[in-house]
């Protein structure tokens, strides 16, 4: 690395936005109600506070105490990072504490400082910093940083995360220091002054400990250090004498500072390893090996010591350490380190050790348990424990000797050890040394000094140093760092030293400010000193804070006149560069200068001096100055332009480092010299500074001597005065190429310009002015061959090529280029390379001036490094892509790496897309593009062969694919197509549309939005956001409707989205029905007639009989409630969840009088309402979504005060289950609940509890759920009461949790439970059958659809057990625990050893069928067939027979039919024929049968078609229906014999079957049917029935039509749970199925609503959709249209959903790939993202698609254009910039009427835009049409849009070429793009014909004068392709016809069309070919 290159007194920068710095937090405190503040008001009162003596006091006191805090106040500085996207603005943020204060406050330059957030904290703060800590992701590998700030105060740490967490973790010993790591905080211990001579080196606790997250434990960090010491052993940090000076995240680095030998190490801070974790856990050999007494003691009592040594933050006693018996007693300490609270995790590997045995010790135990003094009054035991812990771990790592303090000839332990065995702590975090000082013996005195200061910078060449300020040397050590190939580690290089009083570094200029002792600030960049900063305001004594403008201004203006700060700028490029060529009168006259400069500059002594730096942000620092007030400055940027900043990027890649270093603060100094040129003279400065470098006199170069840059005003008068008028030209650069170009004729005048440059060119020296009197021309100018970049020139001017072809390549960079472009082509012309300024000369034909020359000698030219690498022919990327459009093969294109990004872009989408190379981005990259890297010799290409091989042609969609997904993965926005030319972007935009039209569902959201599709991106991102609380989806508000108060607190059915359900049942208001239908919270109407001979006492009694039988139809409402309702609610986390009464009276019409239940007048059964209030909590908890945010908080908030109200919660608690939320419930309510022995709670909450843990096999519910079943507990367990139904629960939820597990001991015990005989004595007497049923289903759901696969059951013979019970026999004898429970026998039933079938039989018939469900396992089937002979009918219950078929039918799953003869099939023959009468046959037993038979059937049906709104099934179980209803409405004698009773229940199984097949799709005959049984109120119609009829109702509007049921096992399972055929027969009545098991039926739920939602105006739509099933074995793969919102089949059914246009974009989901994607947006309310295309308008306000924009272009085909009205648009597209287009260009104005033509054809365009579907291509359009009129009227000033045309119409060719019978499939399909080209052709060919003895002679290389060099032929050689010509004659030699001409073609490089109209011209004959064809 150079040296410090250039002296002291050569260079001087001005430091900029001088202002003075306060820190914004000391200005919040003097505000802040600080804890002085409050203390002084609890004194005083109130009255007398503000009293005006009082309040002078507190005034007084005030100011004190700023000036106390003042002196303990420090503050950080860093670049403001929280959530701030790239294009935010810059800000600082502050963190500031001062007493117990700590102020994050947040400013920029732009913006006034604000308080972000403020703490106050109960003790002085230590020490605050800002730090982050990762929190590992749940899902994803990756962590999440959360950002915090830390607060240490002596006994705890306070941390408070960005995100609103607050946390305080205690601190077990004194922390001393701090420190933000990568992994966490750092923390050192503070260490008192004794410890050291005290304790033995190998027995000191660590000294460092890590904290990953403030709930993880405090861990010690271990370290392994390299080099001679310590054998590389790995061990504690415990060394007192190691100080940490620094840390770093990134790279993640650790530098310490040992005060012994006085040397700081670098560590590398890491993970432990497991090696290195176990062997600082193992304990050392020997000690292991001695006894436990002789080793312990040594020990312990240095830990006890040190322990008690250490500084408690309740401030301890006084502590004394008596000798005496060998052992330590320790006397009244309080040491933190007793009480560290801290919890390890669980995932901590813990490593036993046999070490750990030796345990701390005590006589005095009691002492020390009193010592723990933890904040909470419960930590007493953890912390003593704790405190041993960090003794029995930290002893463990020292291998050294162990020597005992106090001498004692007993130092033995025997009776004394009390504690118990420590699990060690295991260590996060090590140290591993990468680097420490070296010293000599000599310098060891010397350097023995501390760092007060340790940062990282770089210089401008990217090398990296750490550096270490030496305050006490005033030195500063910059050490040299690389980080190895693979960045896993850092290597240190070489040391250097600064003399240095401070430093700071300003890390986005690569620099650093340093102060040296005079008191001088300066600018270094690495070790390179690169100039003085210039502070204006230290100047001038009268300086000060409040007012220094004005001085500053004066301060500035005596400095220096213009002319002398420009001759030292120019000086500063002369001396060091090269020797002056001028005589030494010019550098004594230069210096002259320079010393008047300097002396302007004097410090004056009474000025204030800098004292220190301090907080650097970005580029700005804060100076502390010897007055005690602070500045803050900022040193200028290394440019401002982003032109020079690419070209300094572009030489610092390409110079070897040395050179690039001098060229860069060389730079660095001219550009920022005090009161130096402003940004817009930038470019001109550079070009001179960089030429002058390369060895030019650019005094006599006539272009850089008329470069215009400013004199070097300062900055403060710039601004103030308006800039002299020099007599030159007042234009800018920039704006001087953008005028009319006169530059070209002035240089054509010998004296004009050289006059002018005495006043307008400040770099012009008064000696030389001599020189340059004669004409350039004169004599020839050489180039200076020694100067620094001379030997460089040619690779600069390559990389500054190929710079330039990049800026061709953005639209906003290309103003750019055109000031590029005039220093390359000097530097092309120098180095004699004639093709490279043509291809300049093609491009700005105005702008090259081709006459003036430099001279370079050719030998020294070839010369030069790098020239190997220039190419012959000049790279020109738009000749690269158009040979690409036109399939030539073309050389790899160069590029520079990070410089020329878009380049490579392009190049790899080009030869992507257009050569369908798939390979192009991937493994070929190599055959497109060559990269340059730095010093590069020689570029090899490969040979031709080689590269045309592997190229992989593929279809142009899957190319388009490919393309857009790799352009989105490399950072490619639509903003940056924007800005691509219209020629290049065309095929990428081309692949954008492809995409468009076929997108597919897994890409990602860039990818989405680069094409275009918000609605894709809306689904994407939906992923990452939680659901708002009131919306179907983010961003998305579906309120449900509004309505009035008094309906919002009744029914509790106000949640269902009406814009929803208004869309699928849009033509009538059965929501509104079923809302009424099922609300239970309003009073009923009674109406009774009273008929003359009623008294009205029994009047009265008829209307509450009446109102009862109407209250059991209330009472069974809220079941069905709960289905419809189901998941429509979020609620809202600080108010209880409504639930609606249950409103149990009536109003007697006509009088609308009140009607009770409790007026005494009618018996009413005791505890009525009891389940209904259950079931009503169960309705209003199911609303409850699944996605809502509860919490354990929040259910416990939701328990009612009111005792009459604990049936409803216990409901809610169930609820809370089956939506999944009560696995939030934290256990200790759990067991709060379950110990109120609340029957229903524990139903609730056993029932709730097992669902959300359903298949989980979780242990701690498990243990739950056995301590309620006898069965499972040990038979010699204390008899617990549980109650029978509690007992049901439990045994359901053993089924649940277990459900598919087929666990083996659960299976047996529930077996045995299905026939439990009654007994013991009075025990399990009633409702047996509950019981045995919910044993079955138990069963059945532990080996749900196992089969005979039953794992390790075959010893219990299930099938055959299950056959016992259910056909009856002798009953086998108990085993094992049983046998000694049942001894004793029941004293109320008597059953003998058969078997009671009719308790067993349904459960074990319901077991058997799940056990085998969908097996088809006939064998088994073939058991549960009906009887077929009368005598064995007459044996079995008809109910029974509903089961069995029922049973039979989902084992046979899929011999299921839809259709009557299956169901009739069922049926057995004896009942089908005719009858014998003969025969004794009862016609009851039959029709009972039938009926039952037929239900079972028909249930089957339902439950094999759940959810799936199959036609066949509905209308075969219509018919039934019809059949039962007809039945009963009109009694006949068959109806009789039959029983109302059993035909009921039929009639409501296969009306529960109807609703299962058509579940959530609210289909009205069902829908009718149910209205018609609510009506049914009197006679036999009981709770049961309405129970059912209601559920069926529910059921049919699942979720309010959003939810559908599944056909999964579990669901089955869940199903024949809650649908049980028998229902109760009043709302008590358990005895056959527990009633809370209805609501198991939403276990079968799943959301299958697919809700389109356009996504502009975010609202619910209509869409088609395309919906396509696999092929099953019953039909064929099928596609059905479907009209969403609409209800999808099982997906896995289904092979991909699409939405179909016209109207939308398409859109389609392949569930071949994958089902999670369309499982994630249902799951998420169904809310499908839809776009409208243009033009096109929604179904619901066009719904036959006649109002369409392309309606009207039917029957007009070319019509359409004018039948298009520009004002129509807004009806069309929603684009807010087409519908301003069509507004400004497309109306008729005034403006506008001269310009009828434009205006058509911008219609025209808008025209084909929005009916193309590509409004983007707009802009393409009025591109082309204005190239083209500019080309027409001879306005071009530049060639750039003949290129783009040239590239447009070479795309149209190629797809024509591919496909010329079809329409070719490019954007540009309109008749639009020929006209233009026809344009073009003509234009061009007009001038051909006048000029082509010009052309001709161009082509021969004949020189062409001035006039003849004209844009128009620069156009023509673009447009036609025609190369740089210089060996034409010697191809044409010999060619006489147009044929020879033509094969020669390829040669030429000239295409085959373009070749035929330059015939002519090359014949030199006439407008006509020789062989007399026309021009084409």
């Known amino acids: 690395m150079s040296e410090v290159v250039y002296e002291e007194t050569a260079t001087m920068i001005a430091a900029g936005e001088l202002q003075s710095f306060v820190p914004f937090g000391r200005e919040h405190c003097r505000n802040h109600p600080n804890a002085f503040n409050l203390q002084l008001r609890e004194l005083q009162p109130a009255s007398e506070l503000w009293a005006s003596d009082a309040a002078a006091g507190l005034v007084g006191s005030l100011q004190e105490v700023s000036l106390q805090e003042r002196e303990r106040e420090c503050w950080q500085l860093r670049k403001g990072c929280m959530g701030v996207k790239e294009e935010c603005v810059e800000f600082e943020e502050e963190l500031y504490v001062a007493g117990n204060v700590v102020v994050w406050s947040q400013g920029s330059r732009t913006q006034a400082s604000s308080v972000y957030k403020a703490f106050t904290v109960d003790s002085p703060v230590q020490q605050a910093l800002w730090c982050n800590f990762n929190v590992p992701h749940s899902k994803k590998k990756e962590e999440d940083v959360e950002q915090s700030v830390c607060i240490v105060q002596s006994s705890c740490v306070n941390v408070h995360s960005v995100t609103g967490k607050d946390f305080i973790s205690p601190l077990p010993f004194q922390v001393s220091k701090a420190w933000a790591t990568k992994f966490g905080l750092l923390l050192e211990r503070k260490n008192e002054g004794n410890d050291a001579h005290l304790v033995s080196p190998g027995e000191l606790l660590p000294t460092v400990f890590s904290m990953l997250h403030p709930l993880d434990e405090i861990a010690p960090v271990v370290c392994k250090p390299t080099g001679m010491f310590e054998g590389s052993s790995v061990q504690y940090v415990c060394d007192t004498s190691m100080k940490i000076v620094f840390t770093c995240c990134k790279p993640s680095i650790v530098v310490s500072y040992d005060t012994v030998q006085g040397i700081h190490s670098v560590w590398t801070l890491r993970n432990v390893t497991n090696d290195e974790r176990s062997a600082v856990l193992r304990f050392p050999a020997e000690a292991a090996g001695t006894p436990l007494g002789g080793m312990a003691s040594g020990f312990l009592t240095s830990h006890l010591r040190n322990i008690s040594r250490l500084d408690s933050p309740a401030g301890s006693g006084p502590t004394g350490i008596y000798p005496g018996m060998g052992t330590s007693y320790i006397v009244g300490s309080a040491s933190p380190l007793h009480y560290s609270a801290l919890h390890s995790h669980h995932n901590r590997i813990m490593t036993s050790s046999p070490g750990s045995l030796s345990k701390t010790h005590s006589q005095n135990i009691s002492n020390m348990a009193a010592l723990s003094r933890a904040h909470s009054p419960g930590l007493a035991a953890p912390s003593y424990s704790s405190a041993a812990r960090f003794n029995a771990s930290f002893h463990s790592s020292s291998s050294r000797g162990h020597h005992d303090v106090i001498p004692s000839p007993n130092n033995t332990v025997t009776d004394s050890i009390l504690v118990p065995e420590m699990e060690p702590i295991i260590p996060d975090l090590c ?121 500053l201004s004066l301060a500035v203006e005596n400095v220096s006149t213009p002319t002398k700060a420009g001759s030292i700028l120019l000086h500063r490029l002369d001396e060091d560069v090269m020797p002056s060529p001028v005589t030494g009168v010019k550098g004594h006259h230069i210096k002259h200068n320079e010393s008047t400069f300097l002396e302007d500059y004097a410090f004056q002594p009474a000025a204030p001096s800098i004292q220190s730096i301090r907080d650097p942000v970005s580029n700005r620092v804060t100076l502390e100055l010897s007055s005690g007030t602070m500045l803050r400055i900022s040193v200028p940027e290394i440019a401002t332009s982003e032109l020079v900043r690419k070209c300094l990027q572009a030489i610092r890649f390409i110079l070897p480092k040395d050179a690039a270093m001098k060229v860069l603060v060389k730079w660095y100094n001219i550009y920022n010299a005090p009161g130096g040129p402003s940004a817009h003279a930038e470019w001109n400065l550079f070009v001179t500074c960089l030429m002058t470098l390369m060895g030019y006199n650019t005094e006599r170069l006539t272009w850089t001597r008329n470069l215009h840059f400013e004199g070097p005003l300062s900055p403060v008068i710039a601004a103030k005065k308006a800039r002299p008028s020099d007599g030159g030209s007042d234009e800018d650069w920039e704006s001087l190429l953008g005028s009319h170009y006169h530059r070209h004729i002035n240089s054509q005048s010998t004296c004009g310009p050289v006059n002018n440059s005495k006043t307008c060119n400040p770099l012009i020296n008064e000696p030389q002015d001599t020189t340059s009197d004669s004409s350039p021309s004169s004599s020839p100018l050489l180039v200076d061959s020694s100067a620094l970049l001379f030997p460089h020139i040619a690779a600069l001017f390559y990389v500054l090529h190929l710079l330039y072809q990049e800026l061709q390549l953005d639209e906003l960079q290309r103003a750019k280029a055109s000031s590029l472009v005039c220093l390359l082509q000097q530097l092309a012309r120098d180095l004699h390379l004639e093709k490279y300024v043509d291809l300049y000369w093609r491009d700005y034909p105005l702008l090259i001036d081709v006459t003036e020359n430099c001279f370079i000698e050719q030998a020294l030219i070839d010369q030069m490094p790098c020239l190997s690498i220039l190419r012959a022919e000049p790279p020109c990327v738009f000749s690269w892509l158009s040979g690409c459009l036109r399939s030539e093969e073309n050389l790899p294109f160069p590029y520079l790496p990070g410089i020329c990004q878009r380049t490579r872009l392009l190049v790899l989408s080009y030869a992507l897309y257009i050569l369908g190379d798939e390979n192009a981005t991937t493994v070929n990259a190599t055959k497109y593009l060559v990269k340059l890297s730095a010093g590069q010799k020689s570029c090899a290409i490969e040979p031709q062969s080689r590269r045309q091989s592997s190229v992989v042609k593929s279809s142009t969609e899957g190319l388009a694919e490919q393309l857009v997904v790799w352009l989105a993965s490399q950072g490619f926005t639509l903003k940056d197509l924007e800005s691509v030319p219209f020629g290049v972007a065309l095929p990428i935009r081309e692949a954008v549309y492809r995409c468009r039209e076929q997108p597919s569902a897994d890409w990602s959201e860039e990818v989405c939005v680069l094409i275009g599709r918000q609605d894709l991106t809306k689904q994407a991102h939906k992923m990452t956001l939680a659901k708002s609380k009131t919306s179907v989806g983010s961003g998305l508000s579906l309120e449900p409707p509004v309505t009035t108060e008094a309906d919002e607190e009744e029914d509790g059915m106000s949640d269902i989205i009406q814009e929803v359900t208004g869309l699928i049942w849009s033509q009538d208001l059965r929501v509104e029905e079923v809302r009424r239908l099922l609300q239970s919270s309003r009073h009923v109407r009674v109406n009774v007639a009273q008929l003359p001979e009623v008294s009205d006492h029994e009047y009265i009694e008829v209307k509450e009989n009446k109102l009862l039988q109407l209250c059991q139809r209330t009472m069974a409402l809220p079941v069905g409630r709960g289905f419809f309702t189901l998941f429509s609610y979020h609620p809202v986390p600080t108010e209880p969840l409504p639930v609606p009464k249950l409103n149990l009276t009536g109003r007697a019409l006509p009088k609308n009088t009140m009607l009770d239940l409790n007026s005494g007048n009618i018996d009413v059964p005791p505890n009525m309402t009891s389940w209904p209030s259950f079931h009503n909590g169960v309705a209003a908890g199911l609303k409850i979504a699944p996605a809502s945010q509860v919490d354990s908080a929040w259910i416990a908030y939701n328990k009612p005060k009111s005792p009459e109200l604990a049936n409803e919660y216990a409901g809610f608690l169930m609820a809370l289950g089956l939506n999944g939320h009560l696995t939030k419930l934290a256990t200790l309510n759990i067991h709060d609940y379950l110990t109120k022995g609340h029957e229903m709670t524990s139903i609730g909450l056993l029932l709730g509890v097992s669902s959300a843990k359903l298949g989980t096999m979780d242990m701690s519910i498990t243990r739950l759920l056995s301590i309620h079943i006898p069965a499972l507990l040990p038979p010699t367990s204390t008899e617990l009461d549980v109650p029978h139904n509690v007992q049901v629960a439990a045994v359901i939820g053993i089924g649940l949790v277990y459900q598919g597990t087929g666990h083996r001991h659960n299976a047996e015990v529930l077996l045995s439970e299905i026939g439990r005989p009654p007994g013991p004595e009075m025990e399990y007497c009633t409702d047996r059958e509950s019981y045995s049923l919910a044993a079955g289903l138990a069963l059945g759901m532990v080996c749900l659809g196992h089969g005979s696969n039953l794992i390790g059951m075959t010893d219990l013979n299930v099938p055959e057990q299950l056959y016992q019970y259910m056909v009856g026999g002798h009953r086998r004898a108990q085993t094992g625990a049983n046998r000694e429970r049942h001894k004793s026998p029941s004293y109320q039933i008597k059953e003998g050893d058969t078997i009671n079938v009719d308790v067993t039989c349904p459960g074990a018939t319901l077991a058997l069928a799940m056990i085998y469900l969908k097996t088809n396992n006939r064998s088994i089937a073939d058991w549960l067939k009906p009887p077929d002979t009368w005598f064995l009918l007459d044996f079995i219950k008809p109910e029974f027979l509903l089961l069995r078929t ?43 049968a039938q009926v039952y038979i037929a239900a079972g059937a028909c249930m089957a049906l339902g439950l094999r078609f759940a959810g799936s709104a199959n036609s066949d099934a509905f209308e075969c179980l219509y018919v039934f229906a019809r059949n039962f209803e007809k039945t009963m409405s009109f009694p006949n004698a068959n109806a009789v014999q039959t029983g109302f009773y059993n035909l009921q229940t039929g009639l409501s199984m296969i009306l529960l079957a109807m609703s299962m097949v058509m579940a959530g799709t609210g289909n009205l005959k069902v829908l009718q049917l149910c209205r018609f049984f609510h009506k049914q109120t009197g006679g036999d119609m009981n709770y049961g029935f309405h129970m059912a009829h209601h559920m069926a109702l529910g059921l049919l509007f699942l979720g309010g039509g959003r939810y559908t049921l599944s056909t999964s096992n579990s669901a089955i399972a869940a199903l024949l749970c809650a649908l049980y055929p028998h229902f109760p027969a009043h709302s008590t009545d358990n005895r056959y199925h527990l009633q809370a098991l209805r609501h198991l039926a939403v276990l079968a739920a799943e959301p299958r609503l697919l809700v389109p939602v356009d996504v502009d105006s975010l609202k619910p739509c209509y869409a088609l959709l395309e919906i396509t099933y696999k092929a099953t074995k019953w039909y064929d793969e099928t596609t059905v249209d479907l009209m969403a919102p609409a209800m999808l089949p099982e997906l896995h059914l289904l092979k991909k959903v699409k939405v179909k246009g016209p109207r939308y974009w398409e859109l389609t989901v392949d569930l071949s790939k994958e089902t999670q994607h369309l499982t994630d947006i249902l799951s998420r309310d169904g809310v499908l993202y839809v776009k409208l295309r243009a033009g096109q308008l929604p179904y619901k306000e066009d719904p036959q698609g006649w109002k369409s924009l392309l309606a009207t272009t039917v029957n007009h085909r070319h019509s359409g254009v004018k039948a298009f009205k520009p004002e129509a648009i807004s009806t069309f597209t929603s684009e807010p910039t087409l519908i301003s287009f069509a507004e400004l260009f497309c109306k008729k104005t ?19 835009c929005v009916t193309q579907e590509c409004p983007e291509m707009l802009p393409t359009y009025i591109a082309i049409e204005q190239a083209v009129r500019a080309l027409r009227q001879g306005d071009l000033v530049q060639t750039f849009s003949l290129w783009q045309l040239r590239l447009v119409v070479e795309l149209w060719d190629s797809r024509m070429q591919r496909a010329p019978s079809d329409r070719p499939d490019t954007l540009l399909t309109s008749e639009f793009l020929p006209v233009m080209k026809n344009a073009v052709d003509v234009t061009l060919d007009s001038w051909l014909r006048d000029n082509s003895s010009v052309l001709r002679s161009y082509m021969k290389n004949e020189g062409l004068s001035r006039e003849a060099r004209s844009v128009m032929l620069a156009c023509f050689l673009v447009y036609r392709s025609i190369p740089s010509l210089k060996n034409t004659d010697a191809l044409l030699q010999g060619c006489s016809s147009l044929g020879d001409l033509l094969s020669r073609s390829g040669q030429l490089g000239i295409p085959f069309r373009d070749l035929l109209r330059l015939a002519p011209v090359l014949f030199g004959s006439g407008t006509q070919t020789p062989l007399g064809f026309p021009l084409l």
């Open 431 to 551: 140290m591993e040394q990468l680097w420490s000082e070296t010293l000599t013996a000599g310098s060891r005195r010397e350097m023995s000094s501390q760092a007060s200061k340790v940062f990282l910078t770089s210089d401008v060449c990217e090398n990296r140093y750490l550096c270490f300020l030496v305050e006490s040397h005033q030195q500063l050590r910059l050490l040299k760092f690389v980080e190895s190939n693979d960045t896993s580690q850092l290597i240190f290089t070489s040391v250097k030293t600064i003399a240095a009083k401070d430093a700071e570094p300003l890390p986005t200029i690569d620099a650093m400010l340093v102060l040296e002792a005079c008191g001088n600030l300066v600018l270094y960049t690495g070790v390179t000193r690169v100039s003085k900063v210039f502070v204006p305001g230290l100047l001038s004594p009268p300086f000060g804070l409040t007012n220094h403008l004005p001085h």
């Open 1446 to 1488: 029922l049973a039979r039918c989902i084992i046979m799953w899929d011999d299921i039919l839809p259709n009557t003869e299956w169901v009739d099939s069922n049926i057995p023959q004896i009942m089908r024929g005719n009858f014998d009468p003969s025969q004794d046959i009862n016609e009851d037993t039959m029709m009972q």
């Open 1790 to 1808: 005034e403006g506008m009427k001269h310009r009828e033509d434009i205006q058509v054809l911008f219609s025209a365009m808008l025209y084909e």
